[in-house]
């Protein structure tokens, strides 16, 4: 059977894509005798024996040094494609063409084999085509033409290891019985040593016969439809294997971003609060000393949130990838947007806890070292957005210690004004819509020494911003509470006598000896140890009989007990899940407003059998009982030592 092999010495390695036939020596053009054979898809039974079938059915390129599968090349080598045309029909074809598609950017030329002739060349659309025309005119049913292509790589090919591809099509194609098959791609690696160094030779924003800003920025009122001139310059050794520009804007100020004249856009999406849009170079990888720039025109959104608020866009010179100096890529500029129409910020509701605390003259009163909250809602009644959310909040510092970040917002700052400890918190939903509302809660924390007596407190609070609001008049509200410590010749107490316990002057100290690990008691078998405490009431209202709940592993444990004092005692004792538990009840009361019960020691006793080598134990603390107290999320404390065999 006839071979469409081509007539070369194809024992150098190489990345081949061959047909169906077995490889034997064939002289280019050579037509065998063929004997009757089993009709295909190639040759099918109603073909005419006038029809031919041009594909290529074998194609190789130098192999080099391979990477990922892919023959491996440098810039500048010379190296071959090899390529076999087929004639698979039935009658002969007019003529035999190679057309050689390669990236212009890797490959500008390449070299005719003998007993073929190039008869066309060019380069359109980024893309060098040769046309080889055989010498020997068409081909006969069943006979091949092959042939090796020398070329080589650009000296200036793009930096970095790229894959480039060429294509490879049996011509013509008109008249071909079956041209879906007349064409193979394949693809090598070029690697370049050398870099390109794309950056910003212009960068400016439209600014003639606009209004200015202070700081001598350009200003754009909502709708208008500025832009922005650059101009990318390449300054390295080697072309770019392509030319983009990225533009990174505030989505709730601008849309609508615009290619200039020989670009396209090939990426717009939005990345948190920001538009980003890329945009291509048509004519694509960008030669050493060569510019590349245009005007990109977007639009001020009629909807962007009121008042003058500053703007920052950013532009990258893509790819960033193997440029040699990829800082000089990003540029940036400010302007200011400008919304005619207002917003109207409030804070529509400030109200402390209330639930499970004491209260005097109707409002809340928490004892030292509580942690009650405050919750806030902020409203914009405006008919734009505002360009942000956030609110001012403070609390006397000489009774509150501080506060925590609500859930859904950021701590911009906080700091002390005269007697006062200020926050600033800022919505992580950005701008505030018409109508629509914020909301959030701080838990603020008692001073565990705020002046005696019952004392009345304020919660100030501020929506922000200000500027360009349109009625500042109902930005602030003031809310009320009260903060009760016993002693001194302070109001008396408030109602609602609610307690809040929680444990206080906990200690386990390194005992017989002294011994620590990690920076905790260490004890061996059968030595004892101690935890004390005190129980702590920050609530209004007083506490009786408060106990204490201490559970060990019951491998680290072998007893705890009282014996130091009379006022507390062990009332019970028990073992499940691992662990040996023990309550300890105090014979007094603890009044509200930051009392203390006596210290409580509790001795515990290392068993002869510990676990191995060096091991933690926990011990779990809980004061009791929860009932009337005002805050459960204060009860448990815990308490390390460790163990050795």
């Given at each position: 059977?006839?071979?469409?092999?081509?007539?070369?010495?194809?024992?150098?390695?190489?990345?081949?894509?061959?047909?169906?036939?077995?490889?034997?020596?064939?002289?280019?053009?050579?037509?065998?005798?063929?004997?009757?054979?089993?009709?295909?898809?190639?040759?099918?039974?109603?073909?005419?024996?006038?029809?031919?079938?041009?594909?290529?059915?074998?194609?190789?390129?130098?192999?080099?040094?391979?990477?990922?599968?892919?023959?491996?090349?440098?810039?500048?080598?010379?190296?071959?494609?090899?390529?076999?045309?087929?004639?698979?029909?039935?009658?002969?074809?007019?003529?035999?063409?190679?057309?050689?598609?390669?990236?212009?950017?890797?490959?500008?030329?390449?070299?005719?084999?003998?007993?073929?002739?190039?008869?066309?060349?060019?380069?359109?659309?980024?893309?060098?085509?040769?046309?080889?025309?055989?010498?020997?005119?068409?081909?006969?049913?069943?006979?091949?033409?092959?042939?090796?292509?020398?070329?080589?790589?650009?000296?200036?090919?793009?930096?970095?290891?790229?894959?480039?591809?060429?294509?490879?099509?049996?011509?013509?194609?008109?008249?071909?019985?079956?041209?879906?098959?007349?064409?193979?791609?394949?693809?090598?690696?070029?690697?370049?040593?050398?870099?390109?160094?794309?950056?910003?030779?212009?960068?400016?924003?439209?600014?003639?016969?606009?209004?200015?800003?202070?700081?001598?920025?350009?200003?754009?009122?909502?709708?208008?439809?500025?832009?922005?001139?650059?101009?990318?310059?390449?300054?390295?050794?080697?072309?770019?294997?392509?030319?983009?520009?990225?533009?990174?804007?505030?989505?709730?100020?601008?849309?609508?971003?615009?290619?200039?004249?020989?670009?396209?856009?090939?990426?717009?999406?939005?990345?948190?609060?920001?538009?980003?849009?890329?945009?291509?170079?048509?004519?694509?990888?960008?030669?050493?000393?060569?510019?590349?720039?245009?005007?990109?025109?977007?639009?001020?959104?009629?909807?962007?949130?009121?008042?003058?608020?500053?703007?920052?866009?950013?532009?990258?010179?893509?790819?960033?990838?193997?440029?040699?100096?990829?800082?000089?890529?990003?540029?940036?500029?400010?302007?200011?947007?400008?919304?005619?129409?207002?917003?109207?910020?409030?804070?529509?509701?400030?109200?402390?806890?209330?639930?499970?605390?004491?209260?005097?003259?109707?409002?809340?009163?928490?004892?030292?070292?509580?942690?009650?909250?405050?919750?806030?809602?902020?409203k914009n009644s405006g008919n734009v957005a505002s360009p942000t959310a956030s609110i001012q909040i403070d609390f006397a510092s000489a009774t509150v210690a501080g506060a925590t970040t609500p859930d859904g917002w950021s701590v911009r700052t906080s700091y002390f004004s005269g007697s006062r400890i200020v926050y600033v918190f800022d919505w992580s939903g950005g701008p505030l819509k018409p109508g629509q509302t914020a909301t959030g809660g701080t838990i603020f924390k008692i001073q565990g020494d705020p002046p005696f007596g019952t004392n009345e407190n304020?919660?100030?609070?501020?929506?922000?911003?200000?500027?360009?609001?349109?009625?500042?008049?109902?930005?602030?509200?003031?809310?009320?509470?009260?903060?009760?410590?016993?002693?001194?010749?302070?109001?008396?107490?408030?109602?609602?006598?609610?307690?809040?316990?929680?444990?206080?002057?906990?200690?386990?100290?390194?005992?017989?000896?002294?011994?620590?690990?990690?920076?905790?008691?260490?004890?061996?078998?059968?030595?004892?140890?101690?935890?004390?405490?005190?129980?702590?009431?920050?609530?209004?209202?007083?506490?009786?009989?408060?106990?204490?709940?201490?559970?060990?592993?019951?491998?680290?444990?072998?007893?705890?007990?009282?014996?130091?004092?009379?006022?507390?005692?062990?009332?019970?004792?028990?073992?499940?899940?691992?662990?040996?538990?023990?309550?300890?009840?105090?014979?007094?009361?603890?009044?509200?407003?930051?009392?203390?019960?006596?210290?409580?020691?509790?001795?515990?006793?290392?068993?002869?059998?510990?676990?191995?080598?060096?091991?933690?134990?926990?011990?779990?603390m809980t004061a009791e009982p929860i009932q009337g107290d005002t805050f459960l999320t204060n009860n448990n404390a815990e308490q390390t030592y460790y163990t050795i065999a």
């Amino acid at each position: 059977m006839n071979d469409p092999s081509p007539d070369l010495d194809l024992s150098t390695s190489a990345d081949a894509t061959r047909g169906p036939l077995s490889r034997r020596t064939l002289l280019a053009g050579s037509a065998f005798a063929v004997p009757a054979i089993a009709l295909t898809t190639s040759t099918p039974a109603s073909a005419a024996s006038t029809d031919w079938d041009l594909t290529i059915s074998y194609v190789a390129i130098d192999s080099g040094t391979p990477k990922e599968g892919l023959p491996g090349h440098n810039a500048g080598d010379n190296l071959f494609i090899d390529a076999t045309a087929y004639n698979a029909g039935q009658g002969a074809s007019p003529q035999t063409q190679l057309v050689f598609d390669f990236d212009a950017n890797y490959v500008s030329s390449v070299a005719a084999y003998p007993g073929w002739v190039e008869i066309s060349k060019a380069t359109t659309n980024g893309r060098f085509i040769s046309t080889m025309q055989y010498s020997g005119g068409g081909l006969a049913a069943k006979a091949s033409a092959a042939g090796r292509w020398y070329f080589q790589l650009r000296a200036d090919a793009p930096s970095g290891s790229n894959v480039t591809a060429i294509g490879v099509s049996a011509r013509p194609t008109a008249g071909d019985a079956d041209p879906s098959n007349n064409n193979v791609t394949k693809s090598l690696y070029c690697t370049q040593s050398r870099t390109s160094d794309l950056t910003f030779t212009y960068f400016a924003l439209e600014s003639d016969n606009l209004p200015i800003t202070s700081d001598g920025r350009s200003q754009y009122s909502a709708g208008y439809r500025p832009f922005i001139d650059f101009s990318l310059k390449n300054v390295g050794d080697v072309r770019t294997p392509l030319t983009g520009v990225q533009f990174d804007f505030d989505l709730n100020y601008v849309i609508d971003v615009a290619a200039p004249s020989g670009w396209t856009i090939s990426k717009s999406y939005t990345n948190g609060s920001r538009l980003v849009t890329v945009m291509d170079y048509s004519a694509g990888g960008l030669p050493t000393g060569q510019q590349a720039g245009g005007r990109v025109f977007y639009t001020i959104r009629d909807d962007a949130p009121g008042g003058s608020v500053k703007q920052t866009v950013t532009a990258v010179a893509l790819p960033t990838d193997g440029d040699a100096t990829p800082a000089n890529n990003t540029t940036s500029s400010t302007f200011y947007t400008y919304q005619a129409k207002k917003y109207d910020l409030a804070v529509s509701s400030l109200e402390p806890q209330t639930a499970n605390v004491g209260t005097t003259n109707g409002r809340p009163t928490y004892g030292p070292d509580q942690s009650p909250f405050v919750l806030f809602a902020v409203k914009n009644s405006g008919n734009v957005a505002s360009p942000t959310a956030s609110i001012q909040i403070d609390f006397a510092s000489a009774t509150v210690a501080g506060a925590t970040t609500p859930d859904g917002w950021s701590v911009r700052t906080s700091y002390f004004s005269g007697s006062r400890i200020v926050y600033v918190f800022d919505w992580s939903g950005g701008p505030l819509k018409p109508g629509q509302t914020a909301t959030g809660g701080t838990i603020f924390k008692i001073q565990g020494d705020p002046p005696f007596g019952t004392n009345e407190n304020t919660v100030n609070a501020t929506a922000l911003p200000t500027d360009g609001d349109a009625s500042t008049g109902d930005n602030a509200k003031i809310s009320t509470f009260y903060v009760y410590r016993a002693g001194g010749s302070g109001g008396s107490a408030p109602v609602n006598q609610n307690f809040d316990i929680q444990f206080a002057d906990v200690s386990l100290p390194a005992s017989h000896g002294g011994n620590t690990y990690n920076g905790y008691a260490l004890f061996r078998p059968n030595i004892e140890g101690y935890t004390e405490f005190t129980i702590h009431n920050g609530g209004v209202g007083t506490v009786t009989n408060p106990t204490a709940v201490l559970s060990f592993p019951a491998s680290q444990v072998a007893d705890a007990y009282i014996n130091d004092t009379t006022q507390w005692t062990k009332v019970a004792e028990w073992a499940e899940n691992g662990r040996k538990g023990y309550r300890f009840r105090y014979s007094g009361s603890v009044a509200g407003g930051g009392q203390r019960s006596a210290l409580c020691r509790v001795r515990f006793r290392i068993p002869s059998t510990v676990p191995g080598g060096t091991a933690p134990a926990k011990i779990l603390m809980t004061a009791e009982p929860i009932q009337g107290d005002t805050f459960l999320t204060n009860n448990n404390a815990e308490q390390t030592y460790y163990t050795i065999a």
